[in-house]
């Protein structure tokens, strides 16, 4: 499938079926902790990047055929989702064939653009991402789109959080010397503080981040967060679970995913071996995917990650 992947497991959502309606990667931001690489289509335009009626498609049979194994519909793009300018749509398909709740995760620089306010009111959850409490910290975090402006958004949050209905959970990058200071964070508090989301994630980046210089804060800030943010869910742990796979196809289901979610080995192991697929089996298929250059592995914090090529 080219659009729609997993079910995968994950931290908040349980088992979500992700919905990926852009190329990769394309994003109004270049944030230096992204996962997925550098931005290679940076743009503000919202545009459908692919025929509306292929996605709908896919969606249909990835719903028909997950229905009983889904926790969440999730759109979550190889970037920004709320770039796809027919994103009201697709949701609105989701929701005609499934009653999964529907999930947007979202940088949440749109949120004061009125299309894609109409998309996201019609969901369940959204997920936004806020890591800067200031426009400079936030210019520094995020590299955004220059048409993109901090209080305008933050404007856009406090009024979307208004008018929704459903769950709005914040997300924050926490990354060691950069946003982790307490006046930084003091800053962010009191932006949230006018956005009142229903919950905040606390997240640091446990995967390979786009630039080398960014790293896990020290076990030490969390007395820090716990005294700033009161409450406040830290979520610095790897995701545990499989993930649901459409076929046998090793490369095909391998590859699908790592494209939106850069895995540790020990989790695709976990996934795949079978009585057919050892360990060692399953490693050797994983090096000789690298020598084709399809995929490539990259070690942080001790682990094996791998991504594609
Ligand atoms: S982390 Fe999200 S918002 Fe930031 S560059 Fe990557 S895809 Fe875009």
Request: charged share 25%; with cysteine; glycine share 4%.
């Amino acid at each position: 499938m080219k659009f729609v992947y997993g079910p995968v497991p994950s931290r908040r959502l349980g088992r979500s079926l992700g919905i990926d309606p852009l190329p990769s990667k394309t994003c109004n931001y270049q944030c230096i902790y992204c996962q997925l690489g550098k931005t290679t289509c940076f743009t503000n335009r919202r545009s459908n990047f692919y025929p509306k009626e292929e996605i709908i498609s896919e969606i249909k049979t990835a719903i028909e055929l997950n229905e009983d194994n889904i926790d969440y519909v999730t759109f979550v793009g190889s970037g920004e989702p709320t770039l796809y300018k027919d994103l009201k749509e697709l949701i609105q398909y989701a929701k005609k064939i499934s009653n999964k709740p529907i999930c947007v995760i979202t940088n949440g620089s749109l949120l004061n653009d009125e299309g894609v306010v109409d998309a996201l009111l019609l969901s369940n959850v959204v997920l936004p991402s806020l890591d800067a409490g200031d426009e400079l910290l936030f210019k520094k975090v995020n590299r955004p789109h220059p048409s993109l402006k901090f209080e305008k958004i933050i404007q856009g949050f406090i009024d979307f959080r208004k008018n929704f209905r459903g769950k709005f959970w914040i997300e924050i990058m926490l990354m060691k010397e950069i946003n982790d200071s307490r006046n930084q964070l003091k800053n962010l508090k009191e932006k949230i503080d006018l956005i009142q989301p229903d919950r905040i994630d606390i997240n640091v980046p446990i995967r390979p981040p786009t630039e080398k210089w960014v790293k896990i804060p020290d076990k030490q800030i969390l007395s820090r967060l716990n005294e700033i943010f009161i409450e406040c869910n830290c979520i610095n742990f790897p995701e545990e679970g499989t993930f649901l796979t459409f076929s046998s196809d090793f490369e095909k289901e391998l590859l699908s995913v790592i494209k939106r979610h850069p895995l540790r080995q020990e989790q695709i192991i976990m996934n795949f071996s079978s009585t057919i697929l050892s360990e060692n089996h399953l490693k050797q298929l994983l090096y000789n995917l690298e020598s084709e250059r399809k995929i490539k592995r990259k070690i942080y914090n001790n682990q094996i990650f791998w991504m594609l090529y």
